[in-house]
């Protein structure tokens, strides 16, 4: 399996043509090496020029231009491609390539490609909607063509709706994704379950407890698992980040909701991480009005909430189990006892008094620790390489449990 990421991007005649120069841009600063491909009417909206500029390749353009008398150009380039992107994709070339129609060097290279096929729409809404469309883009996932689909807003044709090619940003990070999932074959199948974020324990309708997390951890492991292929369910509490891509995204708000929502989906996973900072206690009492001022100090009686991680340690069975120690004194003793105690696979502790670790902050510093080893103690890293480290370490557990 070649580690190059390999591109061949097939750009057809649309307005659009504007977001494929950008396109091809991105991905040959982000390390893909980037072919480009252009239709006859492509060619009406941006020269071939500008994307031999972009790409730093020769541009294919005709089926009976053979550069090179030894290779047959559009079978060359099928081979060589990791990965193809139609963007943007008519509903012209869509049909032709449902149908088998190969009159052109793109649809002929299509046609003549084993590579992966992704495709991103880009045309009038109601062409869109046409059932002659929607039947071709069926018939092309039943091939195993992805969809990039296309989002909502106003056309170059005046219209407004369904039909604009989807932003540079969204494709590239859909062939990222691509390959990792080709690197990251032992994810595939894997049903992951991750938490994330803070709790808020209802006071009155104004107030609530809660704590200072901001889920960035939890949801960089769900965003790397959804990339390397994982099936990937992260039920988080309240947040402002966006849900990562790829993952089904369960919102929540107390630590009732939170146990009710893990414990529903705990027998159907392999692997638990659980990252978020559940709420240990929430007021015994809550009010229906607002709590007004007095003078004086305001008593509130707490009590314990559910230990979701106790719970699933207590119930497993198959599953890997990983758990979060975020600590201020004592780090490793307290880490270890949580790992003995909540019948865990793995805990990850880290101290939230260090500088650059812990709640909120881009980074972290963690500790990996298993029972009866040695522990890992990684460097201040980006969450997001934390995430991989983590994640590295889960799947490690679960293939040789599976191999048992």
Known sequence: MSSKKRVLLCVTGGIAMFKAAALTS????????????????????????????????PVYTSTFDEKDPSKIAHIDVADWADLIIVAPATANVIGKLAN???????????LASTAHVMVAPA????????????KNMETLKEFGYTFIEP????????YEGKGRMEEPETIMAEAEAFFSRRSHPEWHGVRLLVTAGPTRETIDPVRYFSNRSSGKMGYAIAAEAAKRGAAVTLISGPSALDDPPGAEVIRVDSAEEMYAAVMARYSGA????????????RPAETFSQKVKKTDGALTIEMERTKDILRTLGDEKENQVLVGFAAESENVIGYARGKLEKKNLDMIVANSITEEGS??????????????GEEEIELPLLSKADAAQEILNKAISIFGNRRKQ
């Open 26 to 57: 991105r991905l040959s600063q982000n390390g893909f090496e980037v072919k480009v491909m252009m239709t006859d009417s492509a060619g009406e909206f941006v020269t071939p020029l500008t994307f031999q500029a972009l790409s730093r390749n």
């Open 100 to 110: 088998g129609i190969a009159d052109d060097m793109v649809t002929t290279t299509l």
């Open 123 to 134: 045309m009038n809404v109601h062409m869109y909607a046409h059932p002659a469309v929607q």
């Open 151 to 158: 989002g909502e807003g106003f056309l170059a044709c005046g």
């Open 270 to 281: 392999d692997i638990v991480i659980k990252s978020a900072a559940v709420a240990d206690y």
């Open 358 to 371: 812990g709640f909120q902050s881009d980074t972290n510093k963690v500790t990996l620790i298993q029972k």
